[in-house]
T-cell receptor, first 112, second 116 residues
Framework: QKEVEQDPGPLSVPEGAIVSLNCTYS??????FMWYRQYSRKGPELLMY????GNKEDGRFTAQVDKSSKYISLFIRDSQPSDSATYLC????????????FGEGTQLTVNP | EAGVAQSPRYKIIEKRQSVAFWCNPI?????LYWYQQILGQGPKLLIQ????????DSQLPKDRFSAERLKGVDSTLKIQPAKLEDSAVYLC??????????????FGSGTQLSVL
């Protein structure tokens, strides 16, 4: 069983839609949760970072962590064509020495 | 601020050949990472350096992969001999310091390796 599971999609939505991206995980030691965005032929870039459970909002992006269910989500409001990319969840345990464990990524296309 | 530089951008080799990738991290970043990203998968850490010392190489296939970071700045990752399953994008990342668990990683654009 993979430590981090993420639906690879692809996901296609119209411009302006609310997008929900999700990951589940099995390692209860994970305390730090991140979302990275990766454009085609580019490296990942950090979008959101959350420690433990709770919500975090940044502009059109909201990250949620539910540690009791081992489930994290990223919501994108008013999605734009420029949001078209692969979204990777990543997680880290305090004992891992800053080693990130990534999901396989969800490919998102926002159609104008 | 200049980003993480990697070269070459693309590389095609035949199996059993050797190949090397180069990375120049952001100036002043003490920690450097090499990740392997196979098509359709998330990146997997191969090796992590703090300055010029290795702090995590537990997932590096040491029978064929090697890496070094000279003078705590640039780094090279080598594969010798290459196998078909090594076809992937090799991403280099850097961060300012280690020890802060939430330290932000900055990734380069990667080297896409195809092994035929």
């Amino acid at each position: 069983q993979k430590e981090v599971e993420q639906d690879p999609g692809p996901l296609s939505v119209p411009e302006g839609a609310i997008v929900s991206l999700n990951c589940t995980y099995s390692n209860s030691a994970f305390q730090y949760f991140m979302w990275y965005r990766q454009y085609s032929r580019k490296g990942p870039e950090l979008l959101m970072y959350t420690y433990s459970s709770g919500n975090k909002e940044d502009g059109r992006f909201t990250a949620q962590v539910d540690k009791s269910s081992k489930y994290i989500s990223l919501f994108i409001r008013d999605s734009q064509p420029s949001d078209s990319a692969t979204y990777l969840c990543a997680m880290m345990a305090e004992t891992s020495g800053s080693r990130l464990t990534f999901g396989e990524g969800t490919q998102l296309t926002v159609n104008p | 601020e200049a980003g993480v530089a990697q070269s070459p951008r693309y590389k095609i080799i035949e199996k059993r050949q050797s190949v090397a990738f180069w990375c120049n991290p952001i100036s002043g970043h003490a920690t450097l990472y090499w990740y392997q990203q196979i098509l359709g998968q998330g990146p997997k850490l191969l090796i992590q350096f703090q300055n010029n010392g290795v702090v995590d190489d537990s997932q590096l296939p040491k029978d064929r992969f090697s890496a070094e970071r000279l003078k705590g700045v640039d780094s090279t990752l080598k594969i010798q001999p290459a196998k078909l399953e090594d076809s992937a994008v090799y991403l280099c990342a850097s961060s300012l310091v280690r020890g802060q668990i939430n330290e932000k990683l900055f990734f380069g654009s990667g080297t896409q390796l195809s092994v035929l």
